[in-house]
């Protein structure tokens, strides 16, 4: 059974940091794609960043870009996502996801796994 489990979000003011971290288990990690997602109050869930299996390849959205990183341990099983200067718009539940293959495009394709959330809050 594949599980996902994120791990440190909480509570920072603008313009703080803070790492996720994603462990997973249950599965091969170095053959699935990740994935970051989140939500905000009273919003759909919408796509953050990507990393493939291999973590040779990345994508995040315009909005975090130069901000946040996404990485990957294959040797931990566990994903990552550097936030910087963070902002009171990135308040929201992060959700990791994973998809089998090649492709990192979860964006588009969706996700085969996620995690249950970690909260972030910024504050102004």
């Known amino acids: 059974q594949v599980q996902l489990v994120e791990s440190g979000g909480g509570l920072v003011q603008a313009g703080g940091s803070l790492r996720l971290s994603c462990a997973t288990s249950?599965?091969?990690?170095?053959?699935?794609?990740m994935g970051w997602f989140r939500q905000a109050p009273g919003k759909d869930r919408e796509f953050v960043a990507a990393?493939?299996?291999?973590?040779?390849?990345?994508y995040l959205v315009d909005g975090v870009r130069g901000r946040f990183t996404i990485s990957r341990d294959n040797s931990k099983n566990t994903m990552y996502l550097q936030m910087n200067s963070l902002k009171p718009e990135d308040t929201a539940v992060y959700y990791c996801a994973t998809k089998y293959g090649t492709g990192y495009d979860l964006e588009h394709d969706g996700a085969d796994y996620w995690g249950q959330g970690t909260q972030v809050t910024v504050s102004s």
């Open positions: 990393v493939s299996w291999s973590g040779s390849n990345k």
């Open positions: 249950g599965h091969t990690f170095s053959r699935y794609a």
